[in-house]
């Protein structure tokens, strides 16, 4: 009976737990658990009245006092945890303490999601073993930690029949964003289509980049490896629409041109091209020029006009032998602080080039800046009849040398009688009263240039870098993009540098590995445990 009377509130405590952790586990069988915690409960009321002098005895103890404090402390600091977790649930913030920041999203990504104006619905379809699930998941926690606009689903096409005929889903792991009536879709689970597949389907409409053709540029339309259809694929990943244009027989751009490409012209443009051109670009247009060497000699007069001064050389580089190209591919492996170079940290190859350098003085109204430039070991051979190419210090220029150069054109008043896109100077326009029948018609097609809306452009000596052959090579096509989504003012849509991880492994023997097993799973904690009990035994002595 006394054994009972002094261990009833282990018995009455253990019911209780027992009870609880039964209701949680067996919801459906309440009464048993509900019964249990009662008569736990029951038990440790029957032990203080059985027990109250003892217990009124042991309260004027030191130790019963400094047990109490300790127990209060426990509550305190259990308080501000659940205290602080609340806080940081609703404030929380991530850490990404990897090297190369494989967690985290690009730059780009998250001004993208913080500039979001609609929200955007997201499906996944993913099967439960697509191995691709969990990556996306990743990718979409990220994105609604930046932006609660953003909302998703994973939806298996095994249990949901009916939605996989509605969005008519052909490929395991199809995701499909959805902003009001705008739809994209994608297949893969990358950051860079993830974000640009977003951009795509808030955009109100489609942007056109026009290539020129008819003085032997790159097509669009070709496959081999001179062409620029690898170009026009990424593009349209982008959003964009590209279309090819011949200027030679018309005054005026169409009225969807957001951008012009001249992608390396092997014979000079006619005169009322270059005119057009001009009258466009001053205009607010854009215009991006990639000059090879020893072709256009037109143009070198025609830039210089903008501040862009094209050299009639080769640029040498002997950096190039260590990435194993020639000495005419030189490399550009650091970059000057420009929208187009922000975070970019690729090296990029230019075969067969020419410099392109800022003039000096600038003109009037033209801002320009040099997005890189060659190593010091490169130099501007200008001898270009000699077979075999040697630096001669007297007749050479030195590096580093650039070659790629952005101007910004200042917009013309609106009394310059070159106002309209593609009027020749000289030619006044009609009044408009004597426009009439299908003349009116051809005059309301022109397309409204925004004359405050400054022009830009862009000036590559070299074009074979976007070919075919080396878009892919290192940053080649993302700094391609980056240039072309800055003169169309895109620029949440820069390319973004996929992230990689370098492999941190520890190599352990087998007697290593059973060691750290044994240290850190076995005798650390129970060494842990063995100096808990004796504090308390200790305590509970005094």
Not at 41 to 57: E, F, G, M, P, R
Not at 111 to 127: G, P
Not at 498 to 517: A, E, K, L, Y
């Amino acid at each position: 009976m006394d054994t009972l009377k002094k261990n009833l509130n282990f018995v009455g405590l253990t019911l209780v737990i027992l009870g609880l952790i039964a209701l949680r586990i067996w919801p459906h069988r309440k009464a048993a658990a509900l019964a249990a915690v009662v008569l736990g409960i029951t038990a440790l009321a029957v032990y203080i009245a059985l027990n109250i002098s003892v217990l009124k005895d042991t309260l004027r103890r030191k130790s019963f006092l400094y047990s109490t404090n300790l127990v209060l402390i426990v509550v305190l600091v259990l308080a501000i945890l659940v205290l602080l977790n609340s806080f940081l649930s609703r404030h929380n913030h991530r850490f990404d303490f990897t090297e190369s920041k494989v967690h985290s999203l690009s730059d780009q990504s998250i001004q993208v999601l913080r500039n979001l104006e609609q929200d955007v619905q997201i499906k996944a379809f993913f099967r439960d073993g697509n191995y691709g699930r969990g990556k996306m998941e990743d990718l979409f926690k990220n994105y609604v930690y930046y932006s609660k606009k953003v909302k998703y689903e994973f939806i298996d096409p095994d249990k949901n029949p009916g939605l996989v005929k509605g969005y008519n889903i052909t490929q395991d792991g199809t995701t499909v964003l959805e902003a009001g009536a705008n739809e994209n879709r994608i297949t893969t689970t990358t950051e860079e289509d993830l974000t640009n597949a977003l951009i795509k389907v808030t955009r109100e409409s489609k942007k056109t980049i026009y290539f020129l053709e008819g003085h032997g540029e790159h097509s669009i339309e070709q496959a081999e490896d001179l062409g620029f259809s690898f170009a026009k694929d990424e593009l349209e990943k982008l959003g964009y629409m590209a279309k090819k244009l011949t200027l030679a027989l018309s005054e005026t751009f169409p009225q969807d041109c957001s951008l012009l490409v001249i992608p390396g012209p092997q014979k000079d443009l006619l005169p009322n091209e270059l005119e057009t051109i001009e009258g466009y670009l001053r205009s607010g247009g854009r215009v991006f020029f990639m000059i090879d060497p020893e072709t256009v000699s037109g143009m070198m007069s025609y830039l210089l006009s903008f501040g862009v001064k094209l050299e009639d050389d080769i640029i040498v580089d002997t950096v190039s032998r260590l990435f194993g190209g020639d000495y005419f591919m030189p490399v550009i492996t650091e970059y000057e602080i420009h929208e187009i170079t922000r975070n970019f940290r690729y090296a990029t190859f230019f075969p067969y080039a020419r410099s392109v350098e800022a003039a000096e003085p600038k003109p009037e109204g033209i801002t320009l800046s040099v997005l890189g430039k060659t190593s010091p070991n490169s130099w501007s051979e200008r001898q270009l009849d000699q077979k075999q190419v040697t630096f001669d210090k007297d007749k050479d220029g030195q590096g580093p040398l650039s070659l790629a150069v952005v101007a910004t054109v200042e917009p013309k008043e609106e009394s310059d009688p070159q106002t309209a896109v593609g009027r020749p100077a000289d030619e006044k326009p009609e009044p408009p009263g004597e426009q009439e029948g299908p003349e009116m018609k051809e005059a309301e097609e022109t397309p409204a240039v925004d004359t405050k809306k400054e022009g830009r452009l862009a000036a590559f000596g070299d074009s074979d870098f976007a070919s075919n052959r080396y878009y892919n090579l290192s940053g080649n096509g993302n700094f391609f993009l980056n240039t072309v989504n800055w003169l169309t003012e895109e620029s949440d849509l820069i390319s973004i540098q996929p992230r990689t991880s370098s492999p941190r492994t520890v190599q352990f023997t087998p007697s290593q590995g059973r060691m750290i097993f044994f240290v850190s799973v076995i005798i650390l904690p129970l060494l842990v445990l063995v100096l808990g009990i004796s504090v308390w035994l200790r305590r509970r002595s005094l």
